[in-house]
C-alpha cells in the first residue's frame, strides 16, 4: 500500500505562484512515475502533468504548460509541481497519484490500483 501524501496548496491572487508537494512515507518515489491531477467543483478530473523514473519524460497539460513545472528530488522522495501565473480557472483540488510503472504514458494515464492522496485546495481569486 503506498499513501502519497500532496500538500502546498492555498488562496492566492490571479498571477501569483504556488509549489505543490506530492511525498510518500516509508515508500521509495525513485523508480515510479508521479502524476498530478486536478478536480475543479462540477467537472471531470483532469491530468496536468506527470514525470517519469525510468526514461526522464515529462508532460503537461495544454492548459497550463508554459506556467506549470514538475520535477523531483530523489533525495528528498518528493515530486514537486511549481505553479506559476496562477489563474482563476486553476482553481482546483490537485491530487498526485502513481501507478508504480516507471513512465508516463501521457496525461492522466494510470493503470488500475493505482494510488492517489487525499488532495490539496488551490484556490485563485482576487
Known amino acids: 500500500q503506498v499513501q502519497l501524501v500532496e500538500s502546498g496548496g492555498g488562496l492566492v491572487h490571479p498571477g501569483a505562484s504556488l509549489r505543490l508537494s506530492c511525498t510518500a512515507p516509508g515508500f521509495n518515489l525513485d523508480y515510479y512515475h508521479i502524476d498530478w491531477f486536478r478536480q475543479a467543483p462540477g467537472k471531470e478530473r483532469e491530468g496536468v502533468s506527470c514525470?517519469?523514473?525510468?526514461?526522464?519524460?515529462?508532460y503537461y497539460a495544454d492548459s497550463v504548460k508554459g506556467r506549470f513545472t514538475i520535477s523531483r528530488d530523489n533525495a528528498k522522495n518528493t515530486v514537486y509541481l511549481q505553479m506559476n501565473s496562477l489563474k482563476p480557472e486553476d482553481t482546483a483540488v490537485y491530487y498526485c497519484a502513481t501507478d508504480t510503472t516507471s513512465n508516463c504514458r501521457g496525461i492522466g494515464v494510470l493503470n488500475g490500483g493505482a494510488f492517489w492522496g487525499q488532495g490539496t485546495q488551490v484556490t485563485v481569486s482576487s
Open positions: 514525470i517519469s523514473s525510468g526514461d526522464g519524460s515529462i
